[in-house]
C-alpha cells in the first residue's frame, strides 16, 4: 500500500475531523434526554441566556477554545464535558490509525468512536431517566 501513503495525513486529517463531527452529534443525542424536549426545537442554545448557538460554537474543541470555555453573550462556563466528549471521539480515531494504519485502523477507529457514544448517551439517559428520578 505504499502508493497511498503520500494522502495518508489527508485522510487521517479527514477521519479525525469526522471522528470529532461524531462526538458533537453524540453530545447532541445526549444533552437532550430530558423527557417531552423535542429533538428538532430549540436548536442548540445556552442554556443560561437562550443565545443560539452559531456555527463558530458549534465547532467540536475548537469553539470551545475561541470561546474559552464561555458563552459569547452571557459568560456562563459552558462546561468542559462537551468538548472532552469531542476530544475523546477524535484521539480514539487517530490513536487507532497511528497504532494500526489507515486500515484497518479506520475501521477499529470508527468502532471506538460508535462505543464511546453509547456509554455516553446511555450513561446521560440514566442521569435523566424517570424511574431514577422517582426513588
Ligand atoms: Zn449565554
Excluded: K
Amino acid at each position: 500500500m505504499t502508493w497511498i501513503a503520500p494522502i495518508t495525513p489527508f485522510v487521517t486529517g479527514y477521519l479525525v475531523l469526522v471522528a470529532l463531527m461524531i462526538g458533537s452529534f453524540i453530545n447532541w443525542a445526549a444533552a437532550r434526554r430530558p423527557p417531552g424536549e423535542s429533538i428538532v426545537h430549540p436548536r442548540s442554545h445556552c442554556r443560561a441566556c437562550g443565545r443560539q448557538l452559531n456555527s463558530l460554537d458549534l465547532l467540536p474543541v475548537v469553539g470551545y477554545l475561541v470561546r474559552r470555555g464561555r458563552c459569547a453573550t452571557c459568560g456562563t462556563e459552558i462546561g468542559a464535558a462537551a468538548p472532552a466528549v469531542e476530544a475523546v471521539a477524535g484521539m480514539s480515531m487517530l490513536a487507532s490509525i497511528l497504532w494500526l494504519g489507515l486500515w484497518p485502523g479506520a475501521a477499529m477507529g470508527l468502532c471506538l468512536v460508535a462505543a464511546w457514544g453509547v456509554a455516553v448517551v446511555s450513561v446521560s439517559a440514566r442521569r435523566f431517566s424517570p424511574a431514577e428520578e422517582a426513588r
